[in-house]
């Protein structure tokens, strides 16, 4: 195995123009939906969005972000469990699975399918960049996308040819010895907690993004600004409500 790949990736956010075409992005499909599935019923659908009017719509529910709005394709990913219960009523077969344990498997099923894609994509010269924003406005994607029931958007890719990768590094990421238990959990000493974070902390990029917020750490950075409580708890009920509107109520 050469882990160099994974070893050396990076996100892209900078896409050139040259043409995605859709053979290529077919091929990457087939390959892709061949990732590890829940009883083989792969509760997913993919959706390939390369119209500038649909893309239009997209951007706003994604914040404009510039990967987003600078890719030539927004790829959706969905766990769907509408074509399943189609053809289970098709067959005269009982469905039973608008509840919480059937939308965590397509959920499951949805991210497999999703790394693959981006593997593949990365693989076959494409860059990609996660859009977190899938579930944070899944309604107004679901709107864009004409999404019908059981269909819950999960994750967003931006993809496209990399403007210019040649400066870019490897992305850093904690040690293994922080994220990796052997037998059983063990929980972290603070000691392990510095040791882990401390490098990041220590980043000049990361200084820089405490300094120009007025905060003392790194960890305020990411519970005041990027990620507050009251944006966690509003955008939460948002993706809740629209999870329960599309056929899976969760108990309370």
């Known amino acids: 195995m050469n882990p160099e790949y994974f070893l050396t990736r990076h996100t892209v956010r900078e896409f050139s123009a040259k043409e995605v075409t859709p053979e290529l992005i ?11 599935t829940t009883g083989n019923m792969q509760l997913y659908s993919i959706i390939v969005t390369r119209d500038p009017a649909i893309l239009a719509r997209l951007h706003p529910a994604h914040f404009n972000q510039p990967a987003a709005v600078n890719a030539p394709l927004i790829v959706t990913f969905c766990a769907d469990f509408n074509r399943f219960e189609h053809w289970c009523r098709l067959s005269r077969a009982s469905a039973g699975f608008g509840n919480f344990q059937s939308f965590m498997s397509a959920v499951i099923d949805t991210v497999a399918v ?4 981006a593997t593949i994509a990365e693989l076959s010269g494409l860059g990609t960049c996660y859009l977190g924003t899938a579930t944070y406005n899944a309604p107004m994607i679901a709107e864009a996308l004409n999404l019908p029931q059981r269909v819950v958007p999960v994750a967003s890719l931006a993809v496209g040819f990399p403007l210019d990768d040649a400066s870019k590094g490897p992305t850093h990421r904690l040690p293994v010895e922080a994220v990796m238990h052997r037998e059983r959990y063990s929980d972290y000493s603070d ?14 990029e990361n200084r820089h993004f405490v300094e120009e917020n007025g905060k003392e750490t790194l960890a305020q950075v990411f ?8 944006a966690n708890e509003q955008f939460s009920k948002l ?3 629209f999870i329960a509107k599309a056929g899976f109520p969760f108990p309370g």
């Open 239 to 241: 993706y809740y409500d």
């Open 223 to 230: 519970t005041d600004v990027r990620y507050p409580r009251a």
């Open 26 to 36: 077919d091929g990457i499909v087939e390959a892709a939906v061949h990732a590890p």
């Open 191 to 204: 000691e392990a907690i510095a040791r882990s974070y401390g490098p990041i902390e220590r980043m000049p």
């Open 114 to 117: 999703t790394q693959q894609f």
